[in-house]
Nanobody, 114 residues
Framework: QVQLVESGGGLVQPGGSLRLSCAAS????????MGWYRQAPGKQREFVAI???????NYLDSVKGRFTISRDNAKKTVRLQMNSLKVEDTAVYYC????????WGQGTQVTVSS
C-alpha cells in the first residue's frame, strides 16, 4: 500500500516562493505519473500539475511559468516549486499517484497573504 506524505507548506507573502515535497513509500514509484492538486476553501479540488514517468509535465494555465513540478525516482519524491505566489494560490495542496489504487497524501496548507 503506497503512502504519500506532503511537506513544505506554510505562510508566505505575495510574490514569495515555497517548495512542496511529496515522499512516497512502497517499492514502485518510477513507472507512475505523479501529480499535484489543490483545494481552496469552498471550492472543488483542482488539478495543478502532473509529471509523467518519463518526465513530461503539464500545468494548470494559471500556474504556468510560476510553478515547476519535478521528480526524483531514486528518492521516491515529487516536488512542486512555487514562485511568484499569489493570494489566489492559497489552498491545501495534495499529491497523488496515478496508479490503480490512486493514493492521495494528507495535504499541506499553503497560505499566501500580506
Amino acid at each position: 500500500q503506497v503512502q504519500l506524505v506532503e511537506s513544505g507548506g506554510g505562510l508566505v507573502q505575495p510574490g514569495g516562493s515555497l517548495r512542496l515535497s511529496c515522499a512516497a513509500s512502497g517499492s514502485i514509484f518510477s513507472i507512475y505519473d505523479m501529480g499535484w492538486y489543490r483545494q481552496a476553501p469552498g471550492k472543488q479540488r483542482e488539478f495543478v500539475a502532473i509529471i509523467s514517468s518519463g518526465g513530461s509535465t503539464n500545468y494548470l494555465d494559471s500556474v504556468k511559468g510560476r510553478f515547476t513540478i519535478s521528480r526524483d525516482n531514486a528518492k521516491k519524491t515529487v516536488r512542486l516549486q512555487m514562485n511568484s505566489l499569489k493570494v489566489e494560490d492559497t489552498a491545501v495542496y495534495y499529491c497523488t499517484q496515478f496508479s490503480p489504487s490512486r493514493p492521495w497524501g494528507q495535504g499541506t496548507q499553503v497560505t499566501v497573504s500580506s
